[in-house]
C-alpha cells in the first residue's frame, strides 16, 4: 500500500507560480510512474503531467508546467508557472504499480487526497 500526501496548493494571481509536492509511504517508490491529475468543479478528471522511474516525463501543458522527481526523498514535484485562471482545480498525485507512465487515472493504483489550486484573474 503506498499513501501519497499533496502539498503546495494556494490562492496565487494569473501569472504567477505554485510548486505542489507529493510525497509518497513505502520503499517501493523509485520503482513506480507517478502522475500529476486535476479536477475542476463539474468536470472530469484530467491529466497534468506524469514521469517514469527514471525521470522521462511528458505533460499536458506545454511550457508552463514541468514534473520532477527526488527518489531520496519519496516525492514528485510540480511545478506551474504563469498560471491562469482556468488551472483553477483541485490537483491529485497519484502512483502506478509499473515503471512507465500513463496518462489515464484508470492506469494509477493509488491516490493522494487532494490539494486546491486556485488563480484568480
Known amino acids: 500500500q503506498v499513501q501519497l500526501v499533496e502539498s503546495g496548493g494556494g490562492l496565487v494571481q494569473a501569472g504567477g507560480s505554485l510548486r505542489l509536492s507529493c510525497v509518497a509511504s513505502?520503499?517501493?517508490?523509485?520503482?513506480?510512474?507517478m502522475g500529476w491529475f486535476r479536477q475542476a468543479p463539474g468536470k472530469e478528471r484530467d491529466f497534468v503531467a506524469a514521469?517514469?522511474?527514471?525521470?522521462g516525463s511528458t505533460d499536458s501543458v506545454k511550457g508552463r508546467f514541468t514534473i520532477s522527481r527526488d527518489n531520496a526523498k519519496n516525492t514528485v514535484y510540480l511545478q506551474m508557472n504563469s498560471l491562469k485562471p482556468e488551472d483553477t482545480a483541485v490537483y491529485y498525485c497519484?502512483?502506478?504499480?509499473?515503471?512507465?507512465?500513463?496518462?489515464?487515472?484508470?492506469?494509477?493504483?493509488?491516490w493522494g487526497q487532494g490539494t486546491q489550486v486556485t488563480v484568480s484573474s
Open positions: 497519484a502512483a502506478r504499480r509499473y515503471s512507465d507512465y500513463s496518462v489515464l487515472p484508470s492506469a494509477y493504483d493509488f
Open positions: 514521469i517514469n522511474w527514471s525521470g
Open positions: 513505502g520503499r517501493t517508490f523509485s520503482s513506480y510512474a
